[in-house]
Nanobody
Framework: QLVESGGGLVQPGGSLRLSCATS????????IGWFRQAPGKEREAVSC????????YYADSVKGRFTISRENGQNMVYLQMDSLKPEDTAVYYC????????????????WGQGTQVAVSS
């Protein structure tokens, strides 16, 4: 119900755009966002956007470099990642919730399969 694409290998300073396609129940999300998990680390919130109110949330580590957006009647969600750093290397997940309005991974019911982002020279 959530399908990510767009990961890959990029050099430091480069850019990638991740895409997330929603379908079925996930199209009725209250909030949708991107989370990531690096090897040996806990999953963390990267950016989230509510369907109906408030501005997007960004983790401090990505502010000014990443941009979350939607189109196609909010059925597609994107994460534009610029000025990538090696510490951005992780599996990135698209997740959605019909219940919460918070950007916290433990509260999300729907998850994509993840897409790998590797930043290395």
């Amino acid at each position: 119900q959530l399908v990510e694409s767009g990961g890959g290998l990029v050099q430091p300073g480069g850019s990638l755009r991740l895409s997330c396609a929603t379908s079925g129940f996930t199209r009725d999300y209250k909030i949708i966002g991107w989370f990531r998990q690096a090897p040996g680390k806990e999953r963390e919130a990267v950016s989230c956007i509510s369907r109906s109110y408030g501005g997007p949330y960004y983790a401090d580590s990505v502010k000014g470099r990443f941009t979350i957006s939607r189109e196609n009647g909010q059925n597609m969600v994107y994460l534009q990642m610029d000025s990538l750093k090696p510490e951005d290397t992780a599996v990135y997940y698209c997740a959605a919730s019909r219940l919460t309005s918070r950007c916290m991974s433990s509260l999300y019911e729907y998850w994509g399969q993840g897409t790998q982002v590797a930043v290395s020279s």
